[in-house]
């Protein structure tokens, strides 16, 4: 079986079939798109939903109410809102399918961004807070110039949490008709194409990886050293200094 699926991988034609859209590129560019359109949204309502939270305090609830989201069963939500949300777009395109699948995976991502980036300015030391009060800072730039900085390692963890979580979710695409990754899992299923089968979970496995390395770069980048844990002091110099200290007292 691992043989034959590496040759389904590596079959020239899969990669270039006709239409392009129903080759492997054009599958992983639709499940691409749909991550990506999940992700966007999703950070501009949960980002700003829980710095605001973690800064001020108040209505912690959303956080739990949001965590509890996650218990929802995917498909189960997906053919529930495709039976609602259809019949509206029914013979003219294909936003009556897309609009649900988005809806699901929005729902999905939210709760790790929102809660790790709660929990990130919820762990600031309050002595660094109430000095950067101290210093005269304003709440906006307290946040923005102390609470976020220092939350930026909890809040990437989120980030890759759940889009880890959406582009292995976004599978359920296929399971209404539209592109993505998934088509080659329910297709192989199917039509007991197992090599087919196996195949689209790997480039989904694949795909996985290859976006968490991505943003594990941009976070190495982004994140102070500080902050990180990444700034190793030299001891050598440390010690030649604490020397030169000693020989003068």
């Known amino acids: 079986m691992i043989f034959k699926t590496l040759g389904w991988l590596t079959d020239p034609g899969h990669w270039r079939s006709t239409p392009f859209d129903t080759g492997i590129l054009g599958q992983l560019g639709a499940h691409v798109g749909f991550s990506v359109i999940a992700l966007v949204i999703a950070l501009v309502i949960a980002l700003p939903a829980g710095l605001a939270i973690g800064h ?3 209505a912690t609830w959303v956080v739990s109410v949001a965590n509890a989201v ?4 995917t498909i189960g939500a997906l053919v529930l809102l495709v039976v609602i949300i259809s019949p509206h777009f029914y013979g003219r395109t294909n936003a009556g399918f897309l609009i649900p699948t988005e809806i ?5 991502a939210i709760p790790p961004i929102l809660s790790n980036t709660y929990a990130g300015v919820q762990n600031v030391s309050p002595a660094v807070r109430d000095a950067a009060f101290g210093m005269g800072m304003t709440d906006r730039q307290v946040l923005g110039r102390v609470e976020l900085p220092n939350a930026l390692p909890l809040i990437f963890s989120g980030f890759r949490s759940a889009m880890l979580q959406v582009i292995a979710t976004a599978t359920i695409a296929s399971y209404v008709t539209l592109g993505g990754l ?3 899992i329910y297709d192989g299923l199917a039509q007991k194409d197992y090599p087919q089968m196996i195949g689209g979970g790997v480039l989904v496995a694949a795909l996985a990886l290859v976006a968490d390395l991505l943003v594990a770069v941009v976070q190495r980048y982004v994140v102070s050293r500080g902050v990180s844990g990444r700034f190793h002091r030299n001891t050598s110099v440390d010690s030649r200094v604490a020397a030169l200290v000693e020989e003068n007292v």
Request: hydrophobic content about 55%.
């Open 56 to 58: 001020t305090g108040r």
């Open 182 to 184: 998934g088509r080659f």
């Open 70 to 73: 996650r218990a929802l069963p």
């Open 104 to 108: 699901v995976l929005v729902v999905l």
